[in-house]
């Protein structure tokens, strides 16, 4: 059966013991392992006891395809039900499953652990078919989802989060749970014990190593907003620092890839607030208002060829003796001038 959204959690606190198997699939790999150690713990008690779950994967299978069967159908010697793990679920082990779960699939639980597999894939429709195996979906948070999920994990350092420093999180995390959970870690440590437990924006940027790159950014949207002055200034700053000139000249031809993006959505019927909201990351807040006014002063056909202009000058700038500061200033000015 194919689980909903609503259903998951349900699931996951209280396994179904009617279900001989789970899938568990989706994008978010760190949300998948976190997801398949959950039921694992709840029906085994912990991960790694050997007794009571065994850990397979689709070679040793295609070795010994009976070794699916005889985990399924052994007793645990410290009692309670036993977990089958398999971390590497693919369409050429369907058949396999199917024949366990049409037979007698023993007493155990076994659980599939799988990348985003499509609709039409031989395992999820499987699982999906079967009244004794689950499918559940495991795709990337977003929206209020995500940001609920970071407030909860700052509370459990006992932290809260400036209303900026929540959308600033929710804008740079939620591809991966496993590196958003990694990323509020370091973030908890850094706030330290600090008497305040309110997390702002700065403390965002500097745990999360941004500031390098937000300074670059300068430089981006300098560029794409004809801003000659602010060009020159944030360009002088980040050279001086020690930023390569083709490492400049590559976030200045994201953020161009980025507008190139949203404009080219926009020009097959997308609206111009929906293809910002699809960018990932997200467009820093601070810098919405920008963003969103470069988008209407740059039509395709010119961020197009902005950008061959700018992977031209980081080709030019990697070879050997070239005047790499020489040429990327002169391609980020000739850029600049064309929206001044």
């Known amino acids: 059966m194919k689980l909903a959204t ?20 989706g994008p978010d790999s760190g949300l998948v392992r976190e997801r398949a150690l959950r039921v694992i713990r709840v029906v085994a008690g912990a991960e790694d006891d050997p007794f009571r779950v065994a850990r397979l994967g689709a070679a040793t299978l295609r070795d010994d395809p009976a070794r699916l069967a005889d985990e399924m159908s052994a007793l645990s010697m410290t009692g309670g039900r036993r977990v089958v793990r398999l971390t590497d679920g693919a369409d050429g082990l369907a ?77 740079i995390l939620g591809a991966d749970r496993a590196a958003t959970r990694s990323e509020l870690e370091k973030l908890a440590l850094y706030m330290g014990d600090a008497k305040e437990r309110r997390v702002e924006l700065d403390d965002v940027i500097a745990s999360t190593g941004e500031s390098a790159a937000i300074a670059l950014d300068d430089v981006a949207f300098a560029m794409a907003g004809g801003d000659l002055p602010g060009l020159d200034n944030s360009l002088d700053r980040n050279l001086a620092g020690g930023a390569e000139p083709a490492s400049v000249l590559r976030t200045a031809a994201r953020h161009l890839m980025r507008l190139h993006q949203v404009r080219s959505q926009m020009d097959v019927g997308a609206s111009r607030e929906s293809a910002v909201a699809a960018l990932r990351p997200g467009v820093f807040w601070k810098r919405r208002d920008q963003f969103l006014r470069q988008i209407n002063r740059w039509p395709a056909p010119s961020l197009a060829d902005a950008l061959g202009r700018l992977l031209d000058a980081e080709v030019a700038c990697k070879r050997t003796a070239s005047p790499g500061e020489a040429i990327c200033r002169q391609a980020l000015f000739d850029i600049a001038r064309l929206r001044a």
Do not use: M
């Open 6 to 25: 609503q259903s998951i959690e349900r699931f996951l606190d209280r396994p179904d013991p009617g279900i001989a198997a789970v899938l568990i699939y």
């Open 95 to 171: 058949r396999l499953i199917e024949e366990l779960l049409k037979g007698s699939p023993g007493p155990a639980l076994l659980v599939v652990e799988a990348g985003e597999v499509p609709a039409k894939s031989a395992l999820r429709k499987l699982f999906e078919s079967s009244p004794a195996a689950a499918a559940l979906a495991c795709y990337p948070e977003e929206g209020d989802e995500l940001r609920r999920f970071i407030a909860a994990e700052l509370r459990r350092h006992r932290l809260t989060a400036a209303p900026d420093a929540l959308g600033h999180l929710s804008d």
